[in-house]
């Protein structure tokens, strides 16, 4: 059985930072491509960062320099730095794994930046 945990989300003042983890179990991830998405209230989800199996990332252009994508094989994790964030950036934030025939998603984490 696959499962994603995401964690690390929380409330932070705007300007702040936070970490978040994606866990992954029951699937060899590190042969897979991942990505961190999230949705806000009221807007479709959308991809925030891909990184793929070498380590080669790719970002939302309006996210670029300030969300960093990394991920540690060994711990079968990937991670996602914000910095600087906003208040336009409160969503709740998935990770997925992603397939030629598949994709798993976790159950989600929520980031909130107060003004």
């Known amino acids: 059985q696959v499962q994603l945990v995401e964690s690390g989300g929380g409330e932070v003042q705007a300007g702040g930072s936070l970490r978040l983890s994606c866990a992954a179990s029951g699937i060899i991830s590190s042969i897979y491509t991942m990505a961190w998405h999230r949705q806000a209230p009221g807007k479709q989800r959308e991809l925030v960062a891909v990184i793929t199996p070498g380590g080669t990332t790719n970002y939302a252009d309006s996210l670029k320099g300030r969300f960093t994508i990394s991920r540690d094989n060994a711990k079968s994790t990937m991670y996602l730095q914000m910095n600087s964030l906003k208040p336009e950036d409160t969503a709740v934030y998935y990770c997925?794994?992603?397939?030629?025939?598949?994709?798993?998603w976790g159950q989600g984490t929520q980031v909130t930046v107060s003004s």
């Open positions: 997925n794994v992603v397939g030629k025939t598949f994709a798993y």
